[in-house]
């Protein structure tokens, strides 16, 4: 089971850290941030490899957005900058299903997902 924390309301231009925290040992999965606008299907925003070597970033948040983890504490950070309104959403994170640790695109390939947390980018 995996759990967010860190979203709320922020000005555009303003930044938050997401934590994901597992309460199982998720060294051997990757991780995924997925969010999901209202009307609008769940899309991939970022994703860490196991090791956290590989690293995976939606075109439109590159630049703005980093990825990190900590094993030693099973936690995955997602550093949101220079936020827009249209990253407004629900962040979920997710463990990936790969046996290699990979990031892969699709939401059917993640599990052990988290609640969400909300995200609203509004002046």
């Known amino acids: 089971r995996l759990v967010e924390s860190g979203g709320g309301l922020v000005q555009p231009g303003g930044s938050l850290r997401l934590s994901c925290v597992a309460s199982?040992?998720?060294?051997?999965?990757?991780i995924g941030w997925f969010r999901q606008a209202p009307g609008k299907e769940r899309e991939l925003v970022s994703c860490i490899s196991r090791r956290g070597t590989g690293m995976h970033f939606l075109e439109d948040v590159k630049g703005r957005f980093t990825i990190a983890r900590d094993n030693t504490k099973n936690t995955t950070y997602l550093q949101m900058d220079s936020l827009k309104p249209e990253d407004t959403g629900l962040y979920s994170c997710?463990?990936?299903?790969?046996?290699?640790?990979?990031?892969?695109?699709?939401?059917?390939?993640?599990?052990?997902w988290g609640p969400g947390t909300q995200v609203i980018v509004s002046s």
């Open positions: 199982v040992v998720v060294d051997a999965y990757a």
């Open positions: 997710a463990a990936g299903q790969s046996p290699y640790g990979r990031c892969d695109p699709s939401p059917d390939d993640y599990g052990a």
